[in-house]
């Protein structure tokens, strides 16, 4: 299990808003670093979602937003989309791991 | 336009060796660090180590440290990950995407490359 905790799913109906939550310690979120989502449609690579808990790349649409409190990171899915199903990844730092980074186990988003 | 595009997928028997590659363009491939993730079938996503290609710094988290090799020559904007004996267990789709610094958020990926280890 991952040092970073996500719930293995979500859903709901189309046009409805979801959160994910991604919730570490205070060795990786807890401590100040940062914490990244990524979307990972069926069949496909991973996709940076957001980057730096707030930050949308270029051409991610502005439904989806992040936030980072305390020990715990949450993205935020607004108007979902039956093409939003997909699984989604928290990624972080972890000051007690060596070598990289950590990625939270991943939670798949149902549309419903 | 930036793109990683990978080797293609590759069929091996336990205890062969198997290198795959990771070829960078659109960009300086020496200015970003390129990691490795692991996806085993039907898993999650698995930070596997990474490297510099400016000076070969490389890093590895410790499950993966001794179990493969992560290598680069920037002369040809490739970045490599190689086994030396397979294990059936090795059977996933590996992922380089480039890095930015060397803790931070992969921001491009390349499509995958599906290693297959059966008898």
């Known amino acids: 299990q991952s040092v970073l905790t996500q719930p293995p799913s979500v859903s709901g109906a189309p046009g409805q808003r979801v959160t994910i939550s991604c919730t570490g310690s205070?060795?990786?979120?807890?401590?100040?670093?940062?914490v990244h989502w990524y979307q990972q449609l069926p069949g496909t690579a991973p996709k940076l979602l957001i980057y730096?808990?707030?930050n949308r790349p270029s051409g991610v649409p502005d439904r989806f937003s992040g936030s980072k409190s305390g020990t715990s990171a949450s993205l935020a899915i607004t108007g979902l989309q039956a093409e939003d199903e997909a699984d989604y990844y928290c990624?972080?730092?972890?000051?007690?791991?060596?070598?990289?980074?950590?990625f939270g186990g991943g939670t798949k988003l149902t549309v419903l | 336009e930036v793109q990683l595009v990978q080797s293609g997928a590759e069929v091996k028997k336990p205890g062969e060796s198997l290198k795959i590659s990771c070829k960078g363009s659109?960009?300086?491939?020496?200015?970003?660090?390129i990691g490795w993730v692991r996806q085993m079938p039907g898993k999650g996503l698995e930070w596997m180590g990474s490297i510099d290609p400016g000076d070969f710094d490389t890093r590895y988290r410790p499950s993966f440290q001794g179990q493969v090799t992560i290598s680069a020559d920037r002369s040809i904007s490739t970045a490599y990950l190689q086994w030396s004996s397979l294990k059936a267990s090795d059977t996933a789709i590996y992922y380089c995407a480039r890095l930015r610094y060397s803790s931070g958020w992969f921001d491009y990926w390349g499509q995958g490359t599906l290693v297959t280890v059966s008898s």
């Open positions: 730096a808990n707030t």
């Open positions: 990624q972080s730092y972890d000051s007690s791991l060596s070598g990289g980074g950590v």
């Open positions: 205070s060795s990786n979120i807890g401590a100040g670093y940062d």
């Open positions: 659109g960009y300086s491939f020496t200015s970003y660090w």
